[in-house]
């Protein structure tokens, strides 16, 4: 069996060198994480998902009435907005 197992690896090795290591998750933990992460780019989508047009106005006009509100927000409360944004942000590039 390892006689083969070595026979296979000198033809084959760029192909299994160049594959992604597998990953165990070891805690309930992490598999809710993942499974989080997964939900979120679901929901996010890949980016060439067909829209119509009247989505896509809806989801401008949406965006367009957040930042008007948000103009009108305190200094102290579109501070702490800006802080809460820059954690998930960092959060989001730490996974």
């Known amino acids: ?24 998750f070891v805690t309930e933990r992490e598999k809710m994480l993942a499974a989080k992460q ?16 009247q989505q896509a ?3 401008k006009m949406k965006e367009k009435r957040k930042r008007e509100r948000e103009k009108d927000l305190p200094c102290k409360k579109s501070r702490k907005l800006q802080a809460a944004r820059e954690m998930l ?4 590039r730490s996974n």
């Open 1 to 24: 069996m390892e006689a083969t197992k070595a026979e296979n690896m000198i033809p084959y090795k760029d192909e299994i060198f160049s594959s992604p290591k597998r990953t165990w």
């Open 38 to 53: 997964s939900s979120v780019e679901k929901e996010k989508g890949s980016g060439n998902e067909v829209m119509s047009a």
């Open 57 to 59: 106005e809806d989801l």
């Open 89 to 92: 942000e960092d959060e989001d």
